[in-house]
């Protein structure tokens, strides 16, 4: 579902659950609603692992792009499927260390939309568009996206947590090929998404966002590995394709949000033996 041309806003669904808010409502956010409650805590039954890896995936996030800029110099960011504004948003995090670092946020979600236009109102070196992720041609030809991005100086590409949203393999390993494909050198993707630790594992968690109404894919690390195989010439920035908590750890790093009172005990008591986990990778064009 994308934005009119009009400029009006779609209508914002409450009775089906999706995954910017129930992402929201594990970080700690307020901008969800009781059926995307119900979902969160639906998923973490089965997989009372969930809430810990969404938080894990946005501290990764932070840490992330806190290389790209004050690492490697990055000054400008493509958020695909960028999720609702809450802690530590990409321009955010970026502008710490490159003050004229530029923003573009992609989302189809109209409460995304929403809420960042309004946070980014009077922005002028961040903005949000109405795409569907998997047409990154019209991302790429945005007027705003042109606006902000010039395509001849490096440009960080971000995927964080949105493999699982997509899927069909070959939409994905598309979206990835043609967005590469205008990178110029220097440039970096990055890219995060649920794995299972196992075939049945995976399947097990591919049907019960099926039965939840989610559109939703969990895959198996080697799955992950075979979508970003055609992506070359490609340098692996270390330490590779890990779970994102193993990402360059910081225990020193800004803390997130408390979750809500009914998610708390995911947290305090964090199961032995996880069966899914978010993993996540950053390549460099060389």
Known sequence: MTAPNDGSMPLIRQDVPTPARMYDYCLGGKDNFPVDRAAVLAVHKQFPEGVTEARNNRLFLYRLVRYLARDAGIRQFLDMGSGLPTQANVHQVAQQFQPDARVVYVDNDP???????????????????????????????????????????????LFLSIGHSIVDDDRLRSMFEKVW????????????????????????????????????????????????????????????????VDWRPDPDQPTLEHVDEPLRPYLESPPENQRSMECGILLRKP
């Open 111 to 157: 409460i995304v939309l929403a809420h960042g236009r309004a946070l980014l109102a009077d922005d002028r070196t961040t903005t949000v568009i109405a795409a569907d992720m998997t047409e990154p041609e019209r991302i790429l030809g945005d007027p705003e996206t042109r606006k902000l991005i010039d395509f001849s100086r490096p440009v960080a590409a």
């Open 181 to 244: 494909g205008v990178l110029p050198p220097g440039s970096h993707l990055a890219f995060s998404q649920v794995c299972g630790v196992d075939r049945a594992t995976v399947d097990e968690g591919n049907e019960m966002t099926r039965r939840l109404g989610l559109t939703w894919r969990n895959r198996t690390v080697q799955e992950v590995v075979d979508l970003l195989r055609g992506l070359e010439p490609a340098e692996t920035v270390e330490p590779g394709l890990v779970k994102v």
